[in-house]
T-cell receptor, first 115, second 110 residues
Framework: DSGVTQTPKHLITATGQRVTLRCSPR?????VYWYQQSLDQGLQFLIQYYNGEERAKGNILERFSAQQFPDLHSELNLSSLELGDSALYFC??????????????FGAGSRLTVL | GEDVEQSLFLSVREGDSSVINCTYTDSSSTYLYWYKQEPGAGLQLLTYIFSNMDMKQDQRLTVLLNKKDKHLSLRIADTQTGDSAIYFCAEMDSNYQLIWGAGTKLIIKP
């Protein structure tokens, strides 16, 4: 158990629908990252939040949005779903070590299947 | 822009050493990382190295860094079937963001 909790683990839905993925970071970690991993593809960085504020944005579609709440958990909202949105969605939380390294800890992922 | 490149596949025999290579472009990278992803699981940090180090060893894992050539490698000694996974290389840029490689799938032959 990495300490980063993602729900749901699996989700099957239809095109055009909307889903919400949830992430609870490790205790004490202020940063949350969202990544998408499609079949046979690497990690695509979507967005990062730090202590409730958006810190960095990657290749996140306009149909997707995220937020981080005061208790530091985060949600990724995916709307108007398309077949190509089927993927593993990972959340990671991070802490900057005393030496300055940014170390990410990943959750087990949420597997989204769009039919 | 910044880029991290890795070979997509590596096949080794059980018991041999595996060497997974990675090249990066950002000369201002301060830390470089290796993560492991087993099938159906999230990414797990294996190790990371500060850019002013040449080598870091941790049990069966040896990381070598050639900063001049911007080349990072991960050597796994005595490769076992449990080492079958995708190995991701990443570098930390000046904004503390991690730039990821596409991952190398390590295949173990009996």
């Amino acid at each position: 158990d990495s300490g980063v909790t993602q729900t749901p683990k699996h989700l099957i839905t239809a095109t055009g629908q909307r889903v919400t993925l949830r992430c609870s970071p490790r205790s004490g970690d202020l940063s949350v990252y969202w990544y998408q991993q499609s079949l046979d593809q690497g990690l695509q960085f979507l967005i990062q939040y730090y202590n409730g504020e958006e810190r960095a944005k990657g290749n996140i579609l306009e149909r997707f949005s995220a937020q981080q709440f005061p208790d530091l958990h985060s949600e990724l909202n995916l709307s108007s779903l398309e077949l190509g949105d089927s993927a593993l969605y990972f959340c990671a939380s991070s802490v900057t070590t005393g030496s300055g390294a940014n170390v990410l800890t990943f959750g087990a992922g949420s597997r989204l299947t769009v039919l | 822009g910044e880029d991290v490149e890795q070979s997509l596949f590596l096949s080794v025999r059980e018991g041999d050493s595996s060497v997974i290579n990675c090249t990066y472009t950002d000369s201002s990278s301060t830390y470089l990382y290796w993560y492991k992803q087993e099938p159906g699981a999230g990414l797990q940090l294996l190790t990371y190295i500060f850019s002013n180090m040449d080598m870091k060893q941790d049990q069966r894992l040896t990381v070598l860094l050639n900063k001049k050539d911007k080349h990072l490698s991960l050597r796994i000694a005595d490769t076992q079937t449990g080492d079958s996974a995708i190995y991701f290389c990443a570098e930390m840029d000046s904004n503390y963001q991690l730039i990821w490689g596409a991952g190398t799938k390590l295949i173990i032959k009996p």
